[in-house]
């Protein structure tokens, strides 16, 4: 009998998690490491919108209210990123003090701080000369700017993607990803919806993914699972593409090939092929600790790497330090902080009249991130 948690596709979102981190880390001292990790957001939203309906699909089209659903998503989201804005109120401050010339100005970080906490940009288009050149769409913690943009997917999923019939769904996705094809070869430069001059190529990117595995889901939820040894085989591909580093002249079709052909069947492989019994804790440990680790890392990350500088720490050392120590603490942040939180927030809102629901994602066990 398999688990109603989809294991598998929960370590690949936890080891998507990790090249993530990594990649920061290379960036900011001029190394590819993980150079392709980018592409895991790609994936994150496509996993979102599979999950996101496998969870909530049918109990949309019964009885459960729309305001009940972004209440679930917001409990869901929310105290990791509020603690993740409270890491990057912390790094402002050391700015400050060190007197970093990309250091936000009072009236910047005001308004960051305003708008992230309603999970809102701030450094967009008509606002950028409030800014220092070269800072994402969310400068008090980078990663924020995809929860953004996964919240516009949520808010349409709720009031209108999950009503759509399988071949407007279809539509839906061809149109994004046209749209978000040519944003990738013509336009963006790997930056869709994370900088400024990109803003609003993150909607087709987010509208395409989300779309996407909103349509694997209804194509493969009769379809037999079977617990085997090969389901390590798509996490494992999933690592390499997002370690790869592939040339300039190479960059686009990499892209494309990624988005549109590898990460659906990556996605489809995970779905179907469920991690044998021995290794699901593994894998379940990995997709417990992906959501911290990615919204919390960033403004943590800058502070270490500044130590590890003045220390003249070696890279390799820095990063293993970091990946240990980051893993640990997201897992004490979700046990001791977010599980805690989002189970008071649930029962407020019940308390108020909520669905009793609110809160849980469902039989996947997913973040949705």
Known sequence: MLPRRYFALDG????????????????????????SAYLAVDFFFMLSGFV????????????????????????????LLLLGMLFGVVKFAAQVVTHDPQTLSPAAF???????????PSNIPGF?????????????????????????????????????????????????????AYGVVHVTDKA?????????????????????????YRFLRDAPRRATQLAHLPAAVLVLILAAAPSSIAMRWFEIGTIFVALPLILTAGALWEIPEQHRNAY?????????LY?????????????????DAPLLLMTLAFLVGMSL???????LFDEPARAWLSRHWRNRGGNAAVGIDGPSNFTGR
């Not at 998507?16 to 001029?30: C, K, P």
């Not at 308004?111 to 906490?117: A, E, K, R, V």
Request: glycine residues 10%; charged residues 10%; positive net charge.
């Open 12 to 35: 690949m979102r936890g080891f998507a998690a990790i090249l993530v981190t990594i990649n920061h880390i290379g960036m900011n001292h001029d190394m590819r490491l993980g150079a």
């Open 284 to 292: 379940g440990l990995m997709g417990d600790i992906s959501y911290p």
């Open 128 to 180: 950028t000369e409030f800014y220092p050149h070269g800072l994402t769409i969310m400068p008090l913690n980078t990663p924020q700017w995809s929860l953004f943009f996964e919240m516009a997917a949520n808010i349409a999923f709720g009031a209108l993607l999950y009503r759509l019939s399988t071949a407007k769904l279809g539509l839906v996705v061809l149109c994004t990803g046209l749209l978000h």
């Open 110 to 120: 005001l308004g960051s701080l305003t708008t992230g906490i309603f999970i809102l």
């Open 52 to 79: 996101i309906a496998l969870a909530y699909e049918s109990r949309l089209q019964a009885s459960f209210r729309f305001i009940d659903f972004l209440a679930a998503r917001i409990i869901r989201l929310y105290p």
């Open 192 to 216: 869709a919806g994370v900088l400024p001059f990109a803003f609003v190529w993150g909607f087709p990117r987010v509208f395409f993914g989300f779309s996407a595995g909103m349509l694997l």
């Open 329 to 335: 603490f997201s897992y004490a942040a979700l046990r």
């Open 295 to 311: 919204i919390m890392h960033f403004p943590l990350l800058m502070a270490f790497l500044a130590i590890g500088d003045r220390l």
